[in-house]
């Protein structure tokens, strides 16, 4: 609404009412398609609206495109991932358990959804350049790093190249576990495959160790080490 009184223009709240409303629906829409890729492995609009019970009009009226929903769903995905592996990089417990919970953490949610992983690999719906999936994939390891980095100040190892051993641990457990899921004659079970990565993780970690002049049992507990003078 105009200020014809020669003031600002001020809002009557209509515009704010329809930006909540359209927020709150794209939200319903967006756990609709979640929720048809985790039963079916994917969804059409067509289908989307079948199981909301709306007009495929309404689909269009809140998202200009398929593609423009894909993002959000997208997102939606990668947020849950995310907030999963958060309190993983707590470093509690010895680094064994560490490694075992963090690489658990990560196997987990995939094989809790397997369909919602598979989608985000398939290259119809990914974002081209995967920069949704692959900057997922780098805020996981820069918080890895910055852990990495605050456990090796306490050793007295203040400049350190953690960054990059991050992102290579991070990159090699998502590319063992996508072959993995791909795999119709997988080699190992999932137990197995489980150690497997555990172990090679912490032979990455204990190589990089090695090269800054820092020998450490997998029992050592962290919190000793960030005690530390």
Known sequence: MV???GGEAQSDGRSTR???HRAQRQGELVDGAVALIEEEGAFGMGRLAQRLGLPRSVLYRH???RASLDELVRRRVTESFVQRMRP??????TIEESVHRVVGAHLDWVFQHPRLYSYMGVAEHSMGDGSL???TKTAIALMLGERFGEVLKTLGVPQAP???VAVGIVGFVDTAVNQWMRDPAREQSEEELRAMLCRSVWAVLDAALRDLGVVLS???????????P
């Open 63 to 65: 998202f200009k495109d």
């Open 133 to 135: 999936v692959a900057g």
């Open 218 to 228: 997998p029992q050592q507990r962290l919190s000793d080490l960030e005690g530390a």
């Open 88 to 93: 993983t990089l707590s470093f509690d417990g």
């Open 3 to 5: 200020d014809r009184t």
């Open 162 to 164: 953690v960054r990059s």
């Open 18 to 20: 329809w930006d909540e």
